[in-house]
């Protein structure tokens, strides 16, 4: 069991760039979340994924933001026309859904946008 | 509406014990969570207790919940300089995928 994998680990890009991150999911675990920290807060969810079935995404951002799980397997978002207030951590995390099973997290993506 | 509130900063002697506290206010809450964070890195899972619970303890780690006042602690023995980092609280709902509502994190300096 390798944990949560996510690449790259830090991206840096000018202003109006497309970015594109990866997420690899504890194998196994059929949840998929995406979350976003800023300095100085705690992750804020963006959406999630039960197996490919986008389950929510009212929490994206906007309409340049998206996300996609084609196999039920690794996970990429993507930032369309990037601003500067985009740059944060991208964190990733996933979970069983028999039961409750509690999320364990990537070592996330961090944006910086110039 | 859902709000997770904690205390921005908290220092502690090395072996003294520390408590980080949370306050929640979706009366819905089904699970507690504590997760660590340390610079650079990811959140690590440090523990959880379900809503019906008022205690649980791991090793050096016990949960305090107080459902009625919605207010969770986690308290940690010994600590060590290697517990220095940002501590976040958590929440989820039934019904709501999991997804988790963060407090803003608590940061804990542990001085020798």
């Known amino acids: 069991d390798t944990g949560v994998s996510q690449d790259p680990r830090h991206k840096i890009t000018k202003r109006g760039q497309n970015v594109t991150f990866r997420c690899d999911p504890i194998?196994?675990?059929?949840?998929l979340y995406w979350y976003r920290q800023t300095l100085g807060q705690g992750p804020e969810f963006l959406t999630y994924f039960q197996n490919e079935a986008q389950l929510e995404k009212s929490r994206l951002l906007s309409d340049r933001f998206s996300a996609e799980r084609p196999k039920g397997s690794f996970s990429t978002l993507e930032i369309q026309r990037t601003e500067q207030g985009d740059s944060a951590m991208y964190l990733c995390?996933?979970?069983?859904?028999?039961?409750?099973?509690?999320?364990?997290f990537g070592d996330g993506t961090r944006l910086s946008i110039l | 509406g859902e709000d997770v509130e904690q205390s921005l900063f908290l220092s502690v002697r090395e072996g003294d014990s520390s408590v980080i506290n949370c306050t929640y206010t979706d009366s819905s809450s089904t699970y507690l969570y504590w997760y660590k964070q340390e610079p650079g890195a990811g959140l690590q899972l440090l523990t959880y207790?379900?809503?019906?619970?008022d205690m649980k303890q791991d090793q050096r780690l016990t949960v305090l919940l107080n459902k009625k006042d919605k207010h969770l602690s986690l308290r940690i023995a010994d600590t060590q300089t290697g517990d220095s980092a940002i501590y976040f609280c958590?929440?989820?709902?039934?019904?709501?995928?999991?997804?988790?509502?963060f407090g803003t994190g608590t940061q804990l300096k542990v001085e020798l």
């Open positions: 995390a996933s979970s069983q859904d028999r039961g409750h099973q509690p999320q364990h």
């Open positions: 958590a929440e989820s709902r039934a019904g709501g995928g999991n997804k988790l509502t």
């Open positions: 207790i379900f809503s019906n619970m």
């Open positions: 194998s196994e675990h059929n949840r």
